[in-house]
């Protein structure tokens, strides 16, 4: 068997400069967070709006006097309401983790 050396991948990554850290904590999260909401719940409208379009129904009547009753779908209404639904709840997600890092403020203390 022949033992060779693994790479590691360290020699691929730059080495750590000093400097100042960048802050998490920035109050105008909290602007980015509601602006977030509010896209959130017209994405939400927008897609039960397309749910609601994308149905019809077709009712035929015959002339032995029977009534035909069949529903249509709208496959890109439907899809729409699909991504619609989903943008709203990421945007949801992403405005949770916005307002959690802006609420979630620690002051340091002074470094001696």
């Not at 033992?3 to 100042?20: I, N, S």
């Not at 897609?47 to 249509?72: I, Q």
């Amino acid at each position: 068997m022949i033992d060779l050396p693994q790479p590691t991948g360290a020699e691929l990554w730059p080495p750590d400069e000093p400097g100042p850290r960048a802050r998490l904590h920035k109050p105008w999260r909290t602007l980015v967070a509601a602006v977030e909401v509010v896209l959130a719940v017209l994405a939400g409208w927008g897609a039960y709006a397309c749910w609601h379009g994308s149905a019809a129904t077709v009712v035929t009547r015959t002339d032995d006097g029977a009534v035909l009753e069949s529903h249509r779908y709208f496959g890109a209404l439907l899809a729409a309401a699909i991504g619609l639904g989903t943008v709203a709840a990421l945007l949801l997600v992403d405005a949770v983790r916005q307002l959690s890092l802006a609420v979630r403020a620690r002051r340091r203390s002074p470094e001696d």
